[in-house]
């Protein structure tokens, strides 16, 4: 897939994007976040509007505060409640008393924004779109910028560097597949994604990440028509990944593609416990932990419940 790479950028710098807006890349780098996530900064009429605050990193939260230069944040607007995205948001909230928009409905049990949003909504110019599958909560942005065009700020649902996790029960393959058609409708010129660069002429992207997931689906289908799989070994044949955190991470978004068959009646689930109780500790996030130390009991159990899940062909 025709993905775009950049230089890695200069830390704690607020970084030239478009007119009225700079970037932030937060110190989080990883195989799931490429060189960090993109901390977006706005200028509007009644101050910045702050996209995405990003990771909850102090030195991160420092770097914005000191970007502002004595401007107002006027409020922090959330593509999504991943803690790459939200984890940032109430430091930087209690430092600038800024309210926070998002989606309606939070995908993060706790969370709650000042101002909910929904689909269309306009918020300091920014129109929101809903864009879920990636993350049950993801709002994208659409945006105009002189001298530029619309844009889209396009969070983690289309991504310059790589394709998005689509981890379930927060990620829903078919919300996914629904969410990439209506931006291929749509006619915005240029993507600000949650991580990496801008992307130009986005649609051809977007066509080449549906395109992927229906050869995808196509190869699982024709695994089923063999036999019947586990989500683990399902994975393992597709993706043969060895770092740990791909290889939850390649489970997962299997186990999105058979739910997504298995919605349609195209696959059957063997298994009794046809899905894992969610455990209390539950965290719906788009950052599969780097091992298994770092995963809760109850986590670990879940991803280990789904990985032994059993599925087989239906028609
Ligand atoms: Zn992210």
Do not use: C
Request: no cysteine.
């Amino acid at each position: 897939m025709a993905f775009l790479t950049e230089p890695e950028p200069q830390r704690g710098a607020a970084l030239p994007v478009l007119a009225g807006i700079r970037r932030i890349v937060a110190r989080n780098p990883s195989v799931m976040t490429y060189l960090g996530t993109n901390t977006y900064l706005i200028e509007g009429p009644d101050g910045l509007s702050v996209l995405d605050p990003g990771p909850d990193d102090d030195e991160h939260v420092a770097d914005i505060l000191r970007a502002l230069n004595g401007a107002r944040v006027a409020r922090i607007v959330l593509t999504h409640t991943h803690s790459d995205h939200l984890g940032a948001t109430a430091k930087l909230k209690g430092a600038t008393g800024a309210p926070v928009y998002a989606y309606r409905i939070s995908a993060k049990r706790g969370f709650v924004a000042d101002r909910p949003l929904d689909d269309g909504d306009v918020v300091a110019g920014m129109k929101a779109v809903f864009t879920p599958g990636h993350a049950a909560d993801h709002l994208s942005f659409e945006f105009f910028v002189p001298g530029t065009g619309k844009i889209l700020f396009s969070g983690d649902h289309v991504m310059s560097w790589s394709s998005s996790i689509v981890s379930p029960p927060d990620g829903d393959m078919v919300a996914y597949y629904k969410s990439l058609e209506l931006l291929l409708g749509r006619d915005e010129i240029l993507y600000a994604p949650g991580h990496g660069p801008l992307l130009p002429e986005p649609r051809g992207l977007v066509a080449e990440l549906l395109a992927h997931r229906q050869h995808r689906e196509a190869s699982i289908l024709e695994a089923l028509r063999e036999r019947e799989w586990t989500v683990s070994d399902l994975a393992e044949h597709l993706y043969h990944k060895t770092d740990f955190r791909l290889k939850m991470a390649a489970q997962r978004n299997v186990l999105a593609h058979l739910l997504k068959l298995e919605h349609e009646g195209r696959a059957v689930q063997m298994t009794e416990q046809k899905a894992s109780a969610l455990p209390d500790d539950y965290v719906p996030d788009d950052m599969p932990p780097g091992n298994e130390k770092e995963m809760g009991k109850a986590q670990i159990n879940m991803m280990l419940q789904d990985a032994a899940r059993r599925f087989a062909y239906a028609g």
